[in-house]
């Protein structure tokens, strides 16, 4: 128990120093042109609607699910503070939605994922209010989805849970990159090649950096996970099967 409880610590430390050597952001303050801000903005609101029934589910049921979605919310915030200076007007970082969609679904994340980028724009300067629709469809709806729907793709043909979380975390970062890539390459198209010329260079770019990071974020969630469980297996908390 003892050796667990250190464990996770020395994560959760890793976690809170990494970013301190970052300085980058999501899709910029006043990058994306105002017609995109719009699109993106009500794009995200029906997941958002569906995210609040979600949440006061949970809010309805114990305790300990509240401190689990709490946790979520922090694994989120802490990793995708981590950035590195990528695309002009973005940048790659680890996102740390899946854990939360593995534990809760994608909806409860579009929410924790609106809240983390809200406070991120204001406290921390990532971001902004009005990329946050863009931003948050990207993290918080496209991310959680392919997160869920791996692990419960795999859960189905009782693969590894380790290697099921790490391909669900790793994949779920994945795409939220080739979301943003597709964002900015409809936002600017090449004056030559224009939507399909764009989305390969913002591809190309954002590979460099966001592959490894993808599987960073995949080995620290996997770890997390499994730390979770065995506490679970313990009685000191408990995991419930995700909706």
């Known amino acids: 128990m003892k050796n667990k409880a250190l464990s996770l610590l020395w994560v959760l430390f890793f976690l809170v120093l990494a970013p301190s ?8 303050e006043g990058f994306l042109p105002a017609k995109w801000a719009i699109i993106w903005a009500g794009a995200v609101l029906p997941f958002v609607f569906l995210g609040i029934k979600r949440i006061n589910d949970i809010f309805k049921g114990n305790t300990n699910q509240k401190v689990l979605l709490g946790l ?3 694994f989120v915030f802490v990793l995708s503070a981590l950035k590195i200076p990528s695309v002009t007007g973005s940048c790659s970082h680890p996102t740390g939605v899946g ?4 534990l809760f679904g994608p909806t409860a994340m579009t929410i924790v994922g609106l809240i983390v980028l809200l406070f991120q724009a204001l406290l921390l300067a990532h971001g902004g209010l009005t990329t946050l629709g863009a931003n948050t469809f990207s993290m918080a709806v496209v991310g959680p989805l392919v997160s869920y729907g791996v692990f419960k793709l795999l859960k189905k043909k009782d693969a590894n849970t380790t290697f099921t979380v790490f391909l669900a975390a790793f994949l779920g970062d994945l795409m939220t990159y080739v979301v943003t890539a597709n964002q ?3 936002a600017f198209p090449d004056p030559v090649n224009g939507f399909v010329g764009s989305l390969g260079k913002f591809l190309s770019v954002f590979a460099v950096t966001q592959i490894p990071l993808a599987i960073v974020e995949g080995i620290v969630t996997a770890i997390v996970y499994n730390l979770l469980v065995e506490y679970s297996k313990e ?7 995700i909706k």
């Open 99 to 102: 854990l939360g969609a593995i």
């Open 72 to 74: 979520a919310g922090g």
């Open 184 to 186: 900015l390459a409809l």
């Open 235 to 241: 009685g000191v908390i408990k995991i419930e099967t």
């Open 21 to 28: 050597i970052a300085n980058a952001m999501h899709i910029m």
